[in-house]
T-cell receptor, first 119, second 112 residues
Framework: GAVVSQHPSWVICKSGTSVKIECRSL??????MFWYRQFPKQSLMLMAT?????????EQGVEKDKFLINHASLTLSTLTVTSAHPEDSSFYIC???????????????FGPGTRLTVL | GENVEQHPSTLSVQEGDSAVIKCTYS??????FPWYKQELGKGPQLIID?????GEKKDQRIAVTLNKTAKHFSLHITETQPEDSAVYFC???????????FGTGTRLLVSP
């Protein structure tokens, strides 16, 4: 199946600093990418949807100035958590939809996740 | 908007038994139904999906059935193995919309 990579896999940072997480689709081009947050033993919570070359659409309650999303190419999206605080500690997962070209599967694949711990 | 309910929340079976997880959706315009397996500390992995023009799809020990009239779909795992132990999520996507709506997950435990 298609592969989505995420980097870093885990990060520990001090309160007040910013952290950037990268998400790449390795063997397909993704017009649409998604960022999720997951708390222990809970389902996936969609934070935002991004389309290549345009601004991300954030879900209700998600602060767009705190969680900056950039989707500058068909294979790369980044999530920057600005001025991180302990309550931002979570498991962040990106996802990419294989929907760029004719013949694409229109299937959504997930990255391995990034564990963020803010001290 | 679309709403997806998933049952059971936990499921314990003996190795070799079958496991069935059921989901219902609310929006009849949904046309795509994937299933994901998530192991501890990892991202969800697509295991099988079905589109609304098909009633059943099978891949080795895994099968998914879709009943559009009743608006429910199910995951069937036969001959379960300990490595099948994980959390399974169903999801649905409405035609013309971008995002998947997820169920709440089922924790499957397969005992040797």
């Amino acid at each position: 199946g298609a592969v989505v990579s995420q980097h870093p896999s885990w990060v520990i940072c001090k309160s007040g600093t910013s952290v950037k997480i990268e998400c790449r689709s390795l063997d397909f081009q993704a017009t649409t990418m998604f960022w999720y947050r997951q708390f222990p033993k809970q389902s996936l919570m969609l934070m935002a949807t991004s389309n290549e070359g345009s601004k991300a659409t954030y879900e209700q309650g998600v602060e767009k100035d705190k969680f900056l999303i950039n989707h500058a190419s068909l294979t790369l999206s980044t999530l920057t958590v600005t001025s991180a605080h302990p309550e931002d500690s979570s498991f962040y997962i990106c996802s990419a939809r294989d929907n760029w070209a004719g013949g694409s599967t229109d299937t959504q694949y997930f990255g391995p996740g990034t564990r963020l711990t803010v001290l | 908007g679309e709403n997806v309910e998933q049952h059971p929340s936990t499921l314990s079976v003996q190795e070799g038994d079958s496991a069935v997880i059921k989901c219902t959706y609310s929006d009849s315009a949904s046309n795509y139904f994937p299933w994901y397996k998530q192991e501890l500390g990892k991202g969800p992995q697509l295991i099988i999906d079905i589109r609304s023009n098909v009633g059943e799809k099978k891949d080795q020990r895994i099968a998914v059935t879709l009943n559009k009239t009743a608006k429910h779909f199910s995951l069937h795992i036969t001959e379960t193995q300990p490595e099948d132990s994980a959390v399974y999520f169903c999801a649905a996507r409405v035609t013309g919309f971008q995002k998947l709506v997820f169920g709440t997950g089922t924790r499957l435990l397969v005992s040797p």
